[in-house]
Every structure is written in structure tokens, then in C-alpha cells.
């Protein structure tokens, strides 16, 4: 008897090549991929902004066809039979299109009609799904109303009604809080593990790619690499260190990322996480003036210094220049030293619901002081409210010497705010925007032209000036609204999630010019769903439903985590705990 035939690839690409136009530009989005990924498990799709992930799962759900090349899904020629892929692949794109003004259950019952789920297998499917994303209790809810969190897994239970051989996420953990990732990625084992569907999953988060079988790595249409995740990263042995000194973390950071054999510097607890050229050990006496004190302790190499590494082996590393001229740093921030934000026992109600819900805290000049909190928890609330933006139901706020209940106006001209989502507008081109902001801020005549030429210069938006806002890729689009914040050099920087979504390398360029920023003495007042991000904090308060739970340095958050079993916490276990000693205190109250 014959051995029986493997089965074919859950994903195979050969020669796939993919443009767009997009006005005058021409974008290749996939250029000559050849790649196969296996049945069962998770293959996670990684790569910073623009490097083809979605236009890959499009191609793999048979909603585009490739300009040259083939595309099989499960043995099955996409180009020739889209609808044969399409009747066995579940695609939850980004931006699933759930119904805000229905329920959880009209929901699931409309993405059954759409799939020809016979309403006799609809009891027992939803059953499943309810349970296995915790919605059960929430069918009647409108999903309007849900949490971020709770959207994400309403749309993997919609695309889960009609059960698929292949599941492709695109992103589903993006702007979803710690616990709520951690929920996805539960429901996911039980699908890979329990249920054997295979899952292609694109994400941002690099801590997420090391719980993936294995990853195709994805920069400018091309592949740099696959495999399973451990071999990335036990490819970077002997090339991961941890940096301290008396000198602080951001300016050592600033001294040890211009060293040509460091390849990545970041934040990380107390110090700095260096990562180094291959076959280069610490070389102290690089650094000139030296710094006394320094240190270099070896750790365990993670996924994300080999990713990174292989990145900047393409695209070289680039210093971004002081954001703000030195001249204008004395006129940044009134006051000396002292507290730029003073929040009192505020409070905001919407009718019955309380959003926020009496939180007090202060923000020094030159800090940059983190909310952290689950989705629903009230940080964009507080935000809006400090900003001048809605109006608090009680307590008191001031904000640049200005109480915000007799004096907004005067505030606002202190400030600079970027939105969660990309707010600036998008039918306009990036010229217009910075013209448009630049006015707004009442820029006149060569200060006018002068910002707008910085702003174009420093975030390399010169050659998109035609480019229309909406078109950009995101991380031009996080570029384009920092600009825009900055024009009037606001001696305090509001930042709701600014780097949601947006590729490492992106993310580390957006901070670097934030550390800058606060170390020139603006004020930072940042909320993130990046973990790692809150490390970079001088201070954090962590949110749950409109209260502070905690606030500290970061270093004293993780260190109330510290067990026996887990003597070196991370931020995303503090958080996790911090989050759950409150639900358990609320249950047994």
C-alpha cells in the first residue's frame, strides 16, 4: 500500500509580486515572495508598517489577485478558484466590520446568514463560541458598547460561526489591552491545540511572534527570513547585554545608540537593553567623554534583538536630530521644576455611567508619566478632559499654571495632542495638513514657513508633501500627526496610544524623539498598550474602570509583582496582576 500523500501547505507563494497606485506613487507591496507555511499551529506573519502583511492575507483569502506570481491556500489555486478558498479560510481583517447598533447575538446570527449556517447548528455553534470568548454573559449587549477587547473577540467568534480549515488574523491584537491579548491568544491555543485549525497571524507585538510555531519575516515586499521563533533568537547568543550607569537611562541610551557596534538600544528597566553587532563585545571605551560606572551584563537573547537586527541590516540606523531647537527650550515650560499637571479627585459621569471616577495625580516638568489601563478603562476620558476637550463633572484640574474650568483656552495653547486614531484629515495632502495645523496655532509668516520646513525635514515628510493623509502608510501617518502636534512647541505632549499598530523600528524612532523631548523639559503625559513602552515612563498610574489602581515608578510596580516562582516579573505581569487583585476585590466585596 502506498504512503499516504502530506497534505499540501496550508500556504504557498511563488514568485508572488504585488503593486498598487496609490494617486502618483506606485507602491510594490509584495515583491517576488516565495514562502511556504505549514498546516497545523501558528505561522505569524512579522514586519514592520508597509511590509505586505495585509496585502498577503488578502491574497491568501482571495480578495486580491497577484500581479504575477501564484498563491495556493491548502493545494488550492487562488487566482483560478477564489470562491473554492474563500467557502474554507476565515479572515478577520483589522478593521472587522462588526455592527455597533445590533447585539452580541444578532451579530453572530448575521454573519451565519452570510456564511449559510443552517439555523438548526446555530444553537450548539454559538454555544461553543460564547464560551470559549467569554460573551455568554453579554449577548443582549449592543457592540457599540463593548470594550475594545470584547470587539476583538465578537469578531473572531462572527468569522468562527461557519468553522474554517484556515484562520487569518490580521492584526487582532492591536489597541486590545494586556488581558485582553492574553484572552485572544488563550482562545487561539484552544483552537490550534484542541480544535487543529491552522492560524496565519499577523502582529506589531514582537513578544507576540515568540508564542507562533514558526514566522515569516516581512520588510518592503520581501522576506528576510523564516522559522521557528527560538532559532531567531538563539541566533543573537552572546549579543545581548544589559547597560547601567549613574549617568540615567535616557541619556545613556542617547550615548549608547550612536556607537557603531550597537545595532539597538532601548529602555528597559533601570538601564539599557543593547543589542550588538555580530561578533562585537561591550567596548566601554568607545564612549567619549566616558561614563563612570558603566556597566554591560550579558541576558537572555529575546525574539525581538534578532528581528530588530536583521531589519537594520537593511535599512541602517538613523539618529533623528533634536526635535525642538535649543533656543526655544527656555520658553517650553514656565515654572521651574514643579507640577505642569495637578489632577484632584476628578470625576466624569455620562448620565448613569461613570467613566471616570475620582483620580488624583501630578505630573512634574520633564516627566513622562504613563496611564496604563484595560480598554473602557478611562484614559482617553481623562485625556480629552485634561486637554481641555470635555468638561470634568467634578474636581479640579490645571494644567500649565491654567485651571481648566475658568481658563481652557489659554491652556490649550500650551498643548500638544495625538489622538488614539489617526485624527488629522485625511482628504487633505501632508502639505496641507501642516499648513492647515501651523495656522490653526496661529503661525504667521516666517515662523509659519519655518516650523513647516522642520516638520517636513525631522519627520522626512518632504517627499510625501502631494501624498494624500488618508493614503499614507502608518507609520507616516504617526510622523504626520506628531509634526502636527509639535508645530507651536508645546511645552506639554499629550499621546493617546500614539504607536498602536505601528512596526518597531518606528516605534523606537517616535520615543527617541519623545526622550528627547523630555529631556529638553516637555512634559509627557502617554498611554500605551505596549508593555515594554511603559518601562520608558519615569512614572505610571494603572487604570481600571475610571479609578487608579496604582502609581509608581515602573521598576517599584514590577517589583510588587516579585515572587518566588517569578523573580523577575515584567511589566505586562504587573499589570496583569495589578488588573486582577482589583476584579477579585470588587467580586468579593
Known amino acids: ?95 472587522f466590520g462588526l455592527y455597533e447598533d445590533l447585539s452580541v447575538r444578532e451579530n453572530l446570527d448575521l454573519y451565519a446568514d452570510l456564511q449559510g449556517v443552517a439555523p438548526s447548528e446555530r444553537s450548539t455553534r454559538y454555544a461553543d463560541l460564547l464560551h470559549m470568548t467569554g460573551l455568554g454573559p453579554f449577548t443582549g449587549r449592543m457592540a457599540g458598547r463593548l470594550s475594545g477587547g470584547m470587539k476583538q473577540k465578537l469578531g473572531l467568534a462572527c468569522t468562527l460561526v461557519q468553522p474554517p480549515d484556515l484562520l487569518l488574523l490580521d492584526e487582532p491584537t492591536v489597541g486590545v489591552d494586556p488581558v485582553s491579548r492574553r484572552e485572544l491568544w488563550q482562545i487561539i491555543d484552544h483552537l490550534t491545540r484542541g480544535l487543529h485549525t491552522t492560524v496565519l497571524f499577523s502582529t506589531a507585538y514582537l513578544d507576540e511572534a515568540e508564542r507562533c510555531d514558526t514566522v515569516l519575516l516581512l520588510h518592503e515586499g520581501r522576506l528576510l527570513g523564516s522559522g521557528p521563533p527560538r532559532e531567531i533568537s538563539r541566533a543573537m547568543e552572546g549579543r545581548s547585554f544589559h547597560a547601567a550607569a549613574k549617568l540615567g537611562r535616557r541619556k545613556l541610551q542617547e550615548r549608547l545608540a550612536g556607537l557603531p557596534w550597537v545595532v539597538d538600544a532601548v529602555i528597559q528597566g533601570g538601564g539599557v537593553r543593547v543589542v550588538t553587532a555580530a561578533g562585537t563585545a561591550p567596548d566601554p571605551a568607545t564612549l567619549q567623554p566616558p561614563v563612570p560606572d558603566l556597566r554591560f551584563t550579558p541576558v537572555k537573547p529575546r525574539f525581538e534583538d534578532g528581528f530588530v537586527a536583521r531589519l537594520h541590516e537593511k535599512v541602517g540606523r538613523r539618529a533623528p536630530s533634536s526635535p525642538i531647537p535649543a533656543e526655544a527650550r527656555a520658553s517650553l515650560a514656565p515654572g521651574g521644576d514643579g507640577e505642569v499637571i495637578v489632577v484632584e479627585h476628578l470625576t466624569r459621569r455620562f448620565g448613569d455611567f461613570i467613566a471616570v471616577d475620582d483620580i488624583s495625580f501630578s505630573v512634574r516638568r520633564g516627566e513622562i508619566f504613563g496611564l496604563l489601563g484595560a480598554n473602557g478603562a478611562g484614559k482617553s476620558t481623562t485625556f480629552r478632559m485634561l486637554c481641555g476637550l470635555l468638561p470634568a463633572t467634578s474636581g479640579r484640574l490645571r494644567v500649565a499654571g491654567f485651571d481648566l474650568r475658568t481658563a481652557a483656552a489659554p491652556a490649550r495653547g500650551r498643548i500638544g495632542y495625538m489622538a488614539q486614531k489617526f485624527s488629522l484629515y485625511g482628504d487633505l495632502s501632508v502639505g496641507q495638513n501642516l499648513r492647515f495645523f501651523a495656522s490653526a496655532y496661529r503661525l504667521r509668516g516666517h515662523r509659519r514657513a519655518e516650523r513647516i520646513a522642520w516638520a517636513s525635514a525631522e519627520f522626512e515628510l518632504a517627499p510625501m508633501q502631494e501624498a494624500t493623509a488618508r493614503d499614507l502608510p502608518l507609520g507616516y501617518k504617526q510622523r504626520l500627526a506628531l509634526a502636527c502636534a509639535l508645530m507651536h512647541e508645546p511645552g506639554i505632549l499629550f499621546l493617546d496610544e500614539p504607536t498602536s499598530g505601528v512596526d518597531p523600528l518606528a516605534r523606537r524612532e517616535f520615543w527617541r524623539r519623545i526622550d528627547a523631548l523630555a529631556e529638553q523639559g516637555v512634559t509627557v503625559l502617554v498611554t500605551t498598550h505596549f508593555m515594554e513602552e511603559a518601562e520608558y515612563c519615569d512614572r505610571l498610574a494603572i487604570m481600571a474602570q475610571g479609578r487608579v489602581l496604582a502609581t509608581g515608578e515602573p521598576e517599584a510596580i514590577k517589583a510588587a509583582a516579585r515572587t518566588a516562582t517569578r523573580p523577575e516579573p515584567t511589566m505586562e505581569d504587573a499589570f496583569i496582576d495589578v488588573i486582577e487583585a482589583a476584579a477579585n476585590k470588587a467580586l468579593a466585596a
Do not use: N, W
Not at 504585488?18 to 517576488?32: E, H, Q, S
Not at 515572495?33 to 502583511?53: C, F, M, Q
Open 1 to 95: 500500500m502506498p504512503p499516504e500523500a502530506e497534505p499540501a501547505p496550508a500556504l504557498r507563494c511563488v514568485d508572488l509580486r504585488r503593486r498598487f497606485r496609490i494617486g502618483k506613487r506606485v507602491v510594490v507591496a509584495l515583491d517576488g515572495i516565495s514562502v511556504e507555511a505549514r498546516r497545523g499551529g501558528v505561522t505569524g506573519l512579522i514586519g514592520p508598517d508597509a511590509a505586505g502583511k495585509t496585502t498577503l492575507m488578502r491574497l491568501a483569502a482571495g480578495l486580491l489577485l497577484p500581479d504575477s506570481g501564484r498563491i495556493e491556500v491548502l493545494g488550492i489555486d487562488v487566482a483560478r478558484d477564489p470562491l473554492a478558498v474563500q467557502a474554507r479560510v476565515g479572515y478577520m481583517p483589522q478593521h
